[in-house]
């Protein structure tokens, strides 16, 4: 059974966290490319697209590379892992239109497309020793082999208007994934079997326990609206009081770290709107797979 092995709550945001970068690049020890995205640029709020040259393993330089998919834009989550485990192929997202991302299974030395899955894709993740990955599509997850054949569809429903994380631990043989029950409600952390995509048991990470506050206090701003303040021109909305924001997912130790909005202020009334002042408190958990 899956565990939490230790949890530390942070005093400050911790160092070492990725930042937004306009150019990331994937690499694998047996590919014989490295995989580059490109001149980002944002299609709606928080969304982005993004171009993809393949490079030799020795070089950076996009424009020495050749273009796989010629004018065609592409999705890059941040808990991205685009790499079969051979090395061979690249598990893509095409936005088309930019909405509705479908999944397109690409092959490098073949330099074709070979398969193409769901459309609604909103993450996507290759194991690293399995072949295997996992795409969340649709209201759901489900797993598939390097042929492309569904494995399994997950035993859980992701709500719509929202969307799940897909993480890989370290050695490729079971994933997490972080998704809520509900629109706007607490995030479920289960992990799965990698191989057959069976449940193996859930994390209890519940915020309003490892990093508490006086929440009946602050039931008028626990919405959807933009009701929490920083202080700096920049606003959440309510339910992040109860909700994990800013994963970041460390396979090398499977280590999660995630923030929460705490208040620092009494709710009071700004522009006819009920809102309190937050900061961000972060929390650093190890998972035993």
Known sequence: MPSVRSITVLTDRPNGLPQWQDRRV???????Y???FHSPFEFRMGGYAWRLALV??????????????????????????????????????????????????YDTREKAVVATLHHGVWAAACSPSLPRFAIGHDG???????????????????P???????????????????????????????????????????????????????????????????????????????HLLDQWSNIVFDAESNTLTMAIHRPKSPVYESEGCSVCDVEERWVRACISP
Do not use: M, N
């Open 26 to 32: 994937y690499t694998h020890p047996r590919a014989e």
């Open 34 to 36: 490295r995989c580059v």
């Open 56 to 105: 030799s393993r020795d070089s950076d330089d996009v424009k020495s590379g050749f273009v796989p998919l010629g004018e065609t834009w592409l999705g890059c989550p941040g808990s991205y892992a685009p790499w079969s485990a051979d090395g061979r192929l690249l598990l893509l997202e095409e936005l088309r239109g930019l909405c509705k991302p479908r999944c397109l299974l």
């Open 140 to 158: 759901t997850v489900s797993l598939h082999d390097l042929e492309a054949r569904c494995v399994r569809t997950l035993e859980l429903e992701v």
């Open 160 to 238: 719509i208007s929202e969307t799940a994380e897909i993480f890989w631990f370290g050695d490729g043989g079971s994933f997490l994934v972080v998704a809520p029950e509900e629109y706007g409600g607490v995030l479920q952390f289960t992990v799965f079997d990698g191989a057959s995509g069976g449940p193996r048991g859930a994390l209890d990470l519940d915020p309003s326990a490892l990093v508490p506050y006086a929440s009946e206090a602050y039931h008028l701003v626990r919405d959807d609206r933009y009701c929490l303040l920083f202080g700096h021109g920049t606003a959440a909305v309510g």
